[in-house]
């Protein structure tokens, strides 16, 4: 098959500089992608949808000339991995490109669901609030904020040990911690389309905005049995302990 390149899928809130600190640990090529709207790919983020990303990913693959990839996904980031599988031709074992997928606390949707259903039901009540509330006053549709105006509360929001001062400072830099969508929250998602492509789930054990038991739904929901790894940490690993996670990743390389 030759070289794969890890293929790299930011989640919510972030960019494709996300996963700065995990690169020095992966061996052989890397693609760290941003999603629409974040970053470098400039698109309305009150209308980007889970196909606009799906293609966004795929785009970005083709033009980086990749041969058989494995797909790294965090958070929201695996809304679009069943789609982007299905675009590159399905698992290589079967004659397409995608040799493995990491999901990295990653969103599964029951088949054909949508983001909101990943949710904790007070924060999917409070979105379909907001979205309501938004449509009924004839305004834009709302995006979620960037970088805080106060930042510490971000230090322990996302489970596990409170982040140090350079990890804080590494999430909270505005060329990661971006506006976001929430609109492809609300789109369907079919892991059917992915076919049997190998997967490694990474539950994060000390994870607060998806808590362990909300992870060990989503592993179930995966038509294939996947390979469940687990990390103590919180929702960030990439930035907590990015040995650990480019350790996975690189396992999971053909």
Do not use: N
């Not at 960019?15 to 992966?26: C, E, F, N, Q």
């Not at 797909?71 to 290589?92: D, F, K, N, Q, W």
């Not at 230090?155 to 911690?177: H, I, K, S």
């Not at 687990?230 to 990743?249: D, I, N």
Request: hydrophobic share 45%; proline share 12%.
């Amino acid at each position: 098959m030759g070289d794969a390149t890890v293929v790299l899928v930011h989640g919510g809130g972030a960019t494709r500089r996300a996963w700065d600190r995990v690169l020095a640990h992966l061996p052989g090529p890397t693609l760290a992608v941003d999603l629409p709207g974040r970053g470098e790919v400039p698109a309305d983020l009150a209308s980007v949808t889970v196909e606009d990303e799906v293609e966004a990913v795929v785009r970005a693959i083709r033009a980086d000339g990749a041969g058989p990839v494995v797909l790294v996904a965090h958070s929201s980031g695996g809304l679009v991995v069943p789609g982007v599988v299905a675009a590159l031709g399905g698992a290589a074992h079967l004659g397409g490109r995608v040799a493995h997928v990491v999901l990295v606390a990653a969103l599964v949707p029951p088949e054909g669901g949508c983001g909101l259903d990943c949710m904790k039901p007070h924060h999917r009540d409070g979105l379909v609030a907001a979205l309501d509330a938004a449509a009924a006053a004839g305004g834009p549709p709302i995006t979620l904020p960037g970088p805080p105006a106060d930042p510490e509360p971000f230090r322990t929001a996302y489970g596990g040990e409170a982040l140090t001062d350079d990890e804080l400072a590494f999430v909270v830099d505005p060329v990661r911690c971006v506006p976001d969508t929430v609109h492809h929250y609300l789109q369907p998602v079919r892991w059917s389309e992915a076919g049997p492509v190998p997967v490694t789930y990474v539950l994060t054990e000390a994870d607060r905005p998806v808590p362990p038991a909300a992870q060990e739904a989503m592993v179930g929901r995966l038509p294939h049995p996947p390979a469940l790894v687990r990390l103590p940490t919180g929702h960030l690993p990439m930035v907590t302990h990015p040995a650990e996670l480019g350790a996975v990743a690189a396992r999971a390389l053909p």
